[in-house]
């Protein structure tokens, strides 16, 4: 007697393939909120990295006049300062010399305050995508008698490290973050800055 086998053709039910279906839709969300939370953090580093090479170039500044770089000296090399309270938020490219976007040396670099501590660094420019403003989203703060500075950049975290929420960037409705050197730090958090979208990737 033979017996014969009985195989089911039945498929999946549509039940068990949105199951299916929505568990991958889960594990792919997870990987993407991981992944854009990485490239904020390593753009969000990549900027702090450029703060610090400024603040070098102040250091070495102060080294050499005992003050650091007054406004006057932006003012005059093209570079506008804006005034809140007791500092002032001066233009970073009129200060390093810079051009607007960041991706190399401005028309008269020599001008710039912090030329010669930077001409290196235009091989690996501080740089920004094409269009947008390195003014807007980095800044130099400076009191009066240029004893007391900070420069600030806005950063995409809100919180990490030594990032600060910027309770004072003119986006509304965006909690970015802000990282500051200097004495003014505090003082300064990010005045009149605004987002860091076209800022280093």
Known sequence: MTRKLHISKKGFTLIELL???????????????????????????????SVSIINSGLQAYYAENNLYVPYTAITSNGGTCTQYGSIRRCDITALVGLNSTGSGPSATPSNAPLYIYFEEEYQSPIGIQSGKDLDNAMGYYVDDSALQYAVCIVTELESTGNVTPAANVNDEGTNWGCYCVGPLAQTARCMGLEDPNGLPN
């Open 19 to 49: 199951v299916v279906m929505a568990i991958i839709a889960l594990l792919l969300l997870g990987t993407l909120a991981g992944l854009t939370f990485g490239l904020k953090k390593a753009r969000d580093t990549r900027r702090q990295k």
